[in-house]
């Protein structure tokens, strides 16, 4: 496992790498490099929220060995701490990064996670977009506690260098850490709802969006069940304003 000399920045307690999309890249490329199965990991103002109320993944978090900043409350929440992180890095787009460098360089990559049926059309798509990229295996998110050991042999059978997990966060978290030892990637990352985005089951956010921050607008105007979780980034704005 590899430990990044990058700069940090400490949110509510979560050492965020201040990192650019190049910089990035290289530290990932390091960790195809070396030994060990190392943890990416992109959190939003919701995880860094819940993770001072959950000590396993606020463990993750703080052992991971790339701390991406994937939620523009993020970028505000450094301004206000007055050490600005350079970009918002997405986890969708460090993704595709990811994977035009696995196309390259021959790296073999597994798809866990989303509905069944998902990530068959995500990696048919992904194979289209990158050619010679190898998906050496693919499961839905959808199984049982009580499979959870098997399925982790499974993995490690196709052997992958990199693992994929879209379960959303803390559970896709959690599943890479219990069975890192089983499954001896070299590098995994949560990507939340990645897969249906590369499948066309869900649409990212228009570009106008993207570029103003407002992905979470566009998601709350098409998915109005949200409201409550997008409450985490009020109460986490006005957190890091009185812990300033």
């Not at 007055?82 to 994977?99: A, C, N, Y």
Request: with cysteine.
């Amino acid at each position: 496992m590899s430990t990044n000399t990058l700069p940090k920045l400490n949110i509510l307690g979560i050492d965020v790498d201040k990192v650019n999309r190049a910089e990035a890249i290289r530290a990932f490329r390091g960790f195809m490099e070396t030994g060990g199965t190392d943890m990416i990991v992109t959190p939003n103002p919701e995880i860094i929220m819940s993770a001072g109320k959950d000590a396993e993944l606020r463990g993750i978090l703080e052992n991971a060995s790339l701390v991406i900043p994937d939620g523009i409350g993020l970028v505000y929440a450094s301004r206000i701490l007055k050490d600005p992180l350079e970009e918002r890095l997405t986890g969708v787009d460090f993704l595709s990064d990811i994977l035009e460098m696995a196309a390259k360089e021959g790296w073999r990559v597994y798809l866990l996670g989303a509905k069944p049926g998902v990530a068959e059309a995500a990696k048919a798509k992904m194979e289209a977009v990158y050619p010679g990229l190898v998906i050496c295996g693919t499961h839905d998110g959808y199984f049982k506690a009580e499979e959870e050991d098997e399925l982790a042999k499974a993995i490690a059978e196709t052997k992958p260098d990199f693992l994929c997990v879209a379960m959303g966060s803390p559970k896709q978290e959690k599943f890479v850490e219990r069975h890192k030892d089983v499954l001896r990637v070299k590098a995994a990352m949560g990507v939340g709802g990645s897969l249906d985005v590369w499948a066309g089951t869900a649409k990212r956010a228009p570009e106008f969006y993207q570029k103003h921050g407002l992905e979470w607008l566009y998601r709350l105007i098409q998915e109005p069940s949200r409201i409550g979780r997008m409450m985490a980034l009020p109460k986490f704005m006005l957190k890091v304003i009185f812990t300033k």
